[in-house]
């Protein structure tokens, strides 16, 4: 019972602001013209000149980042300072490693709260096996390994908040003395607001170019995409849910999910729903707006959902489900948590599941069609 709890946490976590029994996190709004964001809020990066950066995180802590061998500008010397570019990093989160991707990183890794086992992510999987990352704790969203984490001198210790706990454990880990950052991506309610967390943590790096050439090339894509799918006159209809004992979660209509599905060319059968975080709804209400719907996108991983068969096990009034009976339920591949830097792909994916016709020959990525048993 205990691993599907935490596996309906991560899976809706991913794809909404909050989970049912957590507090939708209050957003910083922190993006600024002189941050050159588009699309995130929860941080913002300063130029304050010398070479050096001023930095606020998901806490709205503020960090100044100054090069290697360079001096802080007056006025910022009495600010918490990170020298740059970091050499060694602990990351709590496994998305992080996957923000961390593009920009050529990962080698600078010496900590992760994901055990190797667990992860997708092969440059990590290299870098644990020839023995330099250490498992530290904190999987699952439960508490690090202060002691392990302050015996490898990070240089920097990247965290995520906004869920039960982690604001303690975030203060305790700045008590041991070590630098802390917080990197809230998966609080952004846009896909894309979370893939340009990847200029926070280029940041650290000294990769500002490399992140804001990378994030282009996945926005024009993304839009690339979009305009393909709006030549056409109708949309189809879809629903986006996972079931827990019972209970259904469906997002928001100003959700990331609501949000992704528009730029795949699909209308998201709750977009009348307010907000952006999770909302629960009675199996009655899945079955009438979805009774017809033309694609389900099952938001779990096997081994969490193996068929259609286990979703009609909620309820047998879901096998008159039109959806279910023209085998059109999708569920994540294994790995969907960890290919935040790979949202084009994802786009794609979908758009693909919404209009096959516009994508001849085209092989889901990140999805993957239920089977029946």
Request: hydrophobic letters at 40%; a negative charge; glycine letters at 10%.
């Amino acid at each position: 019972m205990g691993k599907k709890l935490a596996a309906l946490f991560l899976a809706v976590c991913l794809v909404v602001v909050a989970v049912s029994g957590c507090q939708t996190t209050t957003r910083n709004n922190l993006a600024s013209a002189g941050s050159d964001l588009k699309y995130a809020n929860g941080f913002s990066i300063e130029d304050i000149g010398g070479g050096c950066k001023q930095v606020t995180d998901g806490e709205n802590q503020t960090l100044i980042l100054v090069p290697q061998g360079k001096k802080v500008p007056a006025g910022y010397a009495n600010l918490p300072q990170v020298t740059i570019p970091v050499k060694k990093v602990v990351i709590l989160s496994v998305t992080f490693g996957a923000l961390m991707r593009p920009l050529g990183v990962l080698d600078s890794v010496v900590g992760s709260g994901t055990v190797e086992s667990e992860l997708y992510i092969d440059e990590m999987k290299q870098v644990y096996a020839n023995g330099q990352i250490q498992y530290v704790g904190g999987g699952g969203m439960g508490a690090p390994d202060f002691e392990a984490i302050r015996a490898l001198n990070p240089d920097v210790v990247f965290i995520s908040t906004g869920y039960p706990d982690a604001v303690k454990y975030y203060n305790q880990l700045k008590d041991t003395g070590v630098t802390v950052a917080v990197c809230n991506d998966y609080l952004e309610n846009n896909p894309l607001g979370r893939l340009e967390w990847i200029k926070f943590l280029a940041s650290f790096y000294g990769k500002d170019k490399v992140a804001e050439t990378y994030f282009t090339s996945v926005v024009k894509k993304i839009n690339d995409i979009h305009e393909k799918t709006m030549i056409l006159s109708s949309l189809p209809t879809v629903l986006w849910a996972s079931i827990f004992m019972g209970t259904c979660y469906v997002s928001g209509g100003d959700s990331y999910v609501a949000k992704m599905i528009d730029m795949a060319g699909g209308n998201y059968l709750f977009s009348d729903l307010e907000g952006s975080g999770a909302s629960s709804v009675s199996l009655e209400e899945l079955y009438a707006r979805g009774k017809n719907c033309d694609v389900f996108i099952y938001a779990s991983t096997p081994p969490y959902i193996n068929s259609v068969k286990e979703i009609v096990s909620n309820g047998a009034v879901l096998a008159d489900m039109a959806v279910i009976k023209n085998d059109q339920v999708y569920c994540f591949q294994p790995w969907f948590y960890q290919i935040s830097d790979k949202i084009d792909e994802v786009v794609e994916d979908l758009a693909y599941i919404f209009h096959p016709n516009l994508f001849p020959g085209y092989i889901l990525k990140h999805f993957q069609l239920l089977p029946a048993e």
